[in-house]
């Protein structure tokens, strides 16, 4: 069964109220919400508002796409703020989604058995819940959805045909699903068919994201900055050709998210006799990179670090294809981590002492090393130029920039933070984590976060007075159970 693994998650029964108090000590405060006036969509036109973007816009959350997440969307959650506006220019009221119809989603297949999204076990460990559901067609009417959010879509699918034809690469089932003509149609095109007047464009995390996770080892989904401007180009300019006002928001840094920041790199615990045994099971490996590093003329920055362990905390063993490589003399690439590393969520507790006690490493897969990192830092940075570009040059007056990026990022470095009057951490932890339990994707009042830093935008940008989503409002992740 695929579980989520070294999750060090601390929980209190009495975290709601008796001790809350303590906890603020010292935390950071938003101030409270400002003063309440009449809802008036400013110079925006409210009345047909589409979504259009990748998993966060879905509502996709715990590693699946379910009828929680579904119905608490951002997407969702602004238009019930629009919803507000009474007069000409409000909306209708309704916002269509492509339903999911399932309670507990589809994360996966273990043999015959269908894995469900995730929740928390009694030892507050993420793991699949059981049994599933695997996704249907949906059966409403096409024509007249508001929300063209897909689960795992990188930009380039936002405008192929081949994103509905299941004998394609790019093939994504939760687009066929409510694709109008699927392998015929475009994700984008079916969006644009439903005239909007206003919309959101949240893509691109993807084109990051999944080599991040694959621990930057599938260069074919670590878009290129040439690519990804074309691309960008084409999405926004075919938007804006409709008429349509509209912000889009650029991608949030991908090492800052709970998924690469729960385990730390250090979370190996041994007792001294493991360690001992440990040290004199990899003497041989240590002599082997002391002979190697003691080769004349060897520049220091091509040689290689020796390992040793302690009782108490230690560094993980990992994979490290950037070591000079010493296979042809049988020293593998193996190393321990330093600070500045990171491993991903998805580790597999019970084969990492079978990796260390066989000479091996944490697979390349499950980690990031510093180099990895600082590559997709830079992508982050290269991509989240061009959206900004473009919609100085594309959008003018017409379009907003939610700079989601910079506000996660102040967001993840502020630790626990009174946000109008909600106790909220970028953690999946509750009561206050806002993010679901795959660490990647926001929970339900994580999306009324988001929902928020739009509603700021689009005030600010088309002189809007949309009213804040309420975050006490909105679920939080489930408690686990205490049996």
């Known amino acids: 069964m695929k579980k989520l693994y070294l999750i060090y998650i601390l929980f209190s029964a009495v975290i709601l109220s008796s001790c809350e108090d303590n906890l603020l000590d010292g935390v950071t405060s938003v101030p409270t919400d400002p003063a309440v006036v009449p809802a008036t969509a400013g110079s925006a036109d409210f009345t047909n508002y589409v979504a259009i973007g990748n998993s966060l816009t879905a509502g996709y959350m715990d590693g699946a796409l379910y009828t929680r997440g579904q119905s608490n969307s951002f997407p969702v959650q602004l238009s019930s703020s629009m919803a507000e506006i009474d007069g000409t220019g409000a909306p209708s009221g309704t916002f269509n989604q492509p339903d999911i119809n399932s309670e507990n989603g589809y994360f996966g297949m273990a043999g ?3 894995l469900g999204r995730l929740k928390l076990n009694s030892s507050s460990l993420p793991e699949p819940l059981i049994p599933g559901e695997i996704p249907t067609v949906y059966t409403g009417d096409k024509t007249e959805l508001n929300n063209f959010g897909v689960p795992g879509i990188l930009l380039g699918q936002l405008v192929s045909p081949e994103t509905g034809n299941p004998n394609s690469a790019l093939y994504n089932p939760l687009y066929a699903r409510f694709a109008t003509q699927p392998g015929v149609s475009t994700i984008l095109g079916d969006a644009l068919s439903t005239l909007p007047s206003f919309f959101t464009l949240w893509i691109g995390g993807n084109d990051v994201l999944g080599y991040a996770i694959s621990g930057a080892t599938n260069e074919a989904i670590f878009t290129d900055p040439a690519t990804f401007e074309y691309l960008y180009s084409l999405v926004l ?3 804006l050709a409709t ?9 949030p840094n991908i090492t800052d998210v709970p998924f690469f920041n729960t385990i730390g ?3 190996l615990s041994l007792d001294s006799a493991t360690a001992a045994q440990l040290n004199a099971g990899y003497a041989e490996f240590n002599g082997g990179i002391q002979l190697y590093n003691s080769t004349p003329g060897l ?8 390992v040793s362990f302690q009782e108490g905390a230690n560094a993980f063993l990992i994979e490290d294809e950037d070591l000079p490589d010493l296979t042809a003399f049988g020293i593998p690439s193996i190393r321990q981590m330093t600070a500045d590393e990171m491993v991903g969520m998805t580790v597999p507790q019970d084969s990492i002492s079978t990796w260390l006690m066989n000479g091996e490493g944490i697979p390349d897969e499950y980690i990031l090393t510093s180099i990895e990192i600082e590559e997709i830092n830079q992508r982050v940075i290269d991509l989240n130029t061009i959206i900004a570009n473009l919609v100085t040059s594309l959008g003018g007056d017409n379009v907003g920039l939610v700079d989601i990026n910079s506000i996660f990022q102040n967001f993840a470095s502020s630790g626990i933070t009174r946000y109008y009057d909600v106790t909220v951490d970028a953690t999946l932890a509750p009561p206050f984590g806002l993010f679901s339990l795959d660490g990647v994707h926001p929970n339900s009042r994580g999306s009324a976060f988001v929902a928020n830093q739009f509603i700021d935008v689009i005030n600010s940008k088309f002189n809007s007075t949309l009213p804040y989503v309420e975050l006490e409002a909105v679920p939080i992740n489930d408690f686990p159970p205490t049996n």
């Open 237 to 239: 300019q075919s938007i």
């Open 112 to 114: 015959s058995v269908i």
């Open 299 to 306: 520049p220091e920055s091509q040689q290689r670090p020796t």
């Open 243 to 251: 008429g349509a006002k509209g912000v889009v928001a650029n991608i």
């Open 265 to 267: 790199y250090n979370f």
